[in-house]
């Protein structure tokens, strides 16, 4: 997918026929693939050999243990700078050891196994072992006993801060466990990128009707932020250059806060070199501001183009530079086109009452649930009345989601060829730019049944065995 997206950007730099634009995108081409190679390698040294019955140190965040009824998921840094992932399952009728539950960053001295991730067995499935190596977790621990725990001692000024930002985290996400179930959920979802292990069975319609973008912290609550921050600081005579100065200064706390999640890191990057670009009077369009974001992700996080979250965050906050000035209806039909060759190449299935979900939800989500939410995290445990009023009402509206996701409609499509996906790209960005629409909308339509049929009436049988 990520090599498709390259491909189309590589045509349409040609197709301007400018010089000065194809060298700087050939030089910009150079530097990445350089990139890219190195991380490449850095993968294959970073993956340990399978050892069994070995003691190892993890420098672990808080907020990276997650210490369930019968078992402990961890992630945390050994001493060479590996990344590795910890399960620990308890005999049966025990429950993990409170040592186990840290409220700031720690180094565990932990015995077990270490492998390495077992590969996916059937085409198509969820390959969990190349989504942990995208993330930089190269190796798993089985963990057999808890051998010691201590406090991580920060060597700079840099790991101070990023320890103080998880343990807030975590002492937040505790804090929201005290809220009504759903309220909390909702609370954790929504400002700490935390997804509770019952999340997605509480709230399955979010996800078949393609509302979890809602739940993703991304744009929308980088500018609740902002507009908040920048108004009580204002209220408090700031001026304008110490706003934004502060402003710098608080994002990136709120990007490890949120769970520093792929679909955050392009809305703060976005936002800081907006008050970057003000304080020193620069002017810079929303493309370029688009351009730049990705290039600075991909640095930072050279697989983020390899998810779904990724090609998202990216391909829809692009269509809405194109999008701006139409009306309602017609950005949620555009958008909804933008994203479907992605979720139907990741997820295989759509459903049709989605669109009209989001273009019904999304006004009700921005004025009235996403409010409420915030006025119950702020609020909620000093006022259990009013806690428990948010809680019903996200509960009213949790179950109109379900009664929409419910009736027909739900198609299972099938994973599409990768070429056709790139072509549905191809024609959907071309629908964006306004050219040739009936054309478009025809090739569109003969795509989606090309691809559908490919799949659903195949030249070539397949027999699966169980």
């Known amino acids: 997918m990520a090599a498709g997206l390259t491909g189309i950007w590589a045509v349409r730099i040609l197709l301007l026929r400018d010089r000065v634009i194809a060298i700087w995108a050939l030089v910009v081409s150079v530097v990445f693939g350089c990139w890219f190679a ?66 700031k960053t720690s ?33 798993r621990v089985k963990i057999s006993r808890l051998v010691a725990v201590r406090p991580a001692v920060p060597r700079t000024l840099w790991q101070s801060w990023l320890n103080g930002c998880h343990a807030i985290r975590q002492r937040l996400i505790l804090q929201t466990k005290r809220l009504p179930p759903l309220l909390a959920m909702y609370v954790q979802g929504l400002f700490l990128g935390f997804r509770a292990d019952n999340f997605y069975d509480n709230l399955s319609a979010v996800t078949d009707l393609g509302l979890i973008h809602l739940f993703s912290i991304s744009g929308f609550h980088v500018v609740w932020l902002t507009a908040l921050v920048a108004f009580v600081l204002k209220r408090l005579r700031c001026s304008e250059t110490m ?151 996200l509960g009213w509206f949790t179950r109109a989601l379900d009664a929409i996701a419910a009736m027909p409609g739900m198609i299972t499509f099938g994973k599409p060829h990768i070429l056709l996906v790139i072509a549905l790209v191809v024609l959907t960005l071309l629908l964006l730019a306004g050219r040739h629409q009936r054309q478009v909308i025809i090739g569109l339509t003969a795509v989606y049944t090309l691809a559908f049929m490919l799949i659903h009436f195949p030249v070539k049988g397949e027999v699966t065995f169980f």
């Open 38 to 103: 190195f991380q490449h390698d850095q993968r294959q040294q970073r993956t340990l050999p399978e050892m069994t019955n070995t003691t190892v140190q993890l420098r672990v965040q808080p907020d990276d243990v997650l210490v369930g009824p019968d078992s402990v998921q961890v992630k945390g840094r050994l001493p060479t700078g590996q990344l590795v992932t910890g399960q620990y399952y308890v005999g049966e009728g025990e429950k993990p050891e409170p040592q186990w539950r840290v409220m």
């Open 107 to 139: 180094v565990m001295t932990v015995a077990g196994d270490i492998q390495q991730f077992a590969p996916a067995t059937n085409v198509n499935e969820f390959d969990y072992g190349e989504y942990q190596r995208q993330n930089g977790v190269f190796n």
């Open 243 to 393: 706003v934004n100065v502060i402003l710098i200064l608080v994002l990136p706390s709120y990007y490890i806060l949120a769970g520093a999640a792929p679909s955050l890191l392009r809305a703060i990057l976005v936002s800081m070199l907006v008050i970057i670009a003000a304080l020193a009077g620069w002017k810079i369009s929303p493309l370029t501001l688009w351009g730049l974001s990705l290039m600075l992700a991909l640095i930072w996080y050279p697989a983020l183009l390899m998810q779904l979250g990724g090609q998202l965050s990216y391909a829809l906050a692009f269509a809405l530079i194109f999008v701006e000035g139409r009306s309602a209806f017609a950005k949620t039909m555009l958008l909804n086109l933008v994203s479907l060759p992605f979720v139907l190449y990741h997820v295989y299935q759509w459903h049709i009452w989605s669109l009209l979900a989001n273009l019904l939800i999304l006004p009700v989500f921005s004025w009235l649930i996403f409010p409420v939410t915030l006025i119950g995290a702020v609020v909620g445990l000093k006022f259990p009345m009013l806690a428990q009023m948010c809680d019903h009402l």
